[in-house]
Nanobody, 124 residues
Framework: QLQASGGGLVQAGGSLRLSCAASGRTFSTYTMGWFRQAPGKERESVAAISYAGRRTEYADSVKGRFTISRDNAKNTLYLQMNSLRPEDTAVYYC???????????????????WGQGTQVTVSS
């Protein structure tokens, strides 16, 4: 089970840190990802991280602004979002993909468990 938190309303240029708490004993073996869905748009991958954190992937639109990380001892995934823009407004979801982490980490079809989402709103 995944529980995302940390969303909110922030002005453009501001920062937010999302967290995703996972239950169970398998968190440290799973690839984890952040996805987002804006109104009227399809869900898109934002960032992903391999089970040990050695591999990360980012959408071009967030590279250099967002950082994904994980603490396997705490069963928690993070997304640090800096220099936020109005176009980052969306519901953000965390998700888990079982091993092995072959190929792209960002393919949503590989993710089998999804959190409930947290709203991020960036005002201009």
């Amino acid at each position: 089970q995944l529980q995302a938190s940390g969303g909110g309303l922030v002005q453009a240029g501001g920062s937010l840190r999302l967290s995703c708490a996972a239950s169970g004993r398998t968190f440290s073996t799973y690839t984890m990802g952040w996805f987002r869905q804006a109104p009227g748009k399809e869900r898109e991958s934002v960032a992903a991280i391999s089970y040990a954190g050695r591999r990360t992937e980012y959408a071009d639109s967030v590279k250099g602004r967002f950082t994904i990380s994980r603490d396997n001892a705490k069963n928690t995934l993070y997304l640090q979002m800096n220099s936020l823009r109005p176009e980052d407004t969306a519901v953000y979801y965390c998700a888990a993909s079982p091993p092995p982490p072959i190929g792209s980490l960002s393919d949503p079809k590989k993710y089998i468990s999804w959190g409930q989402g947290t709203q991020v709103t960036v005002s201009s």
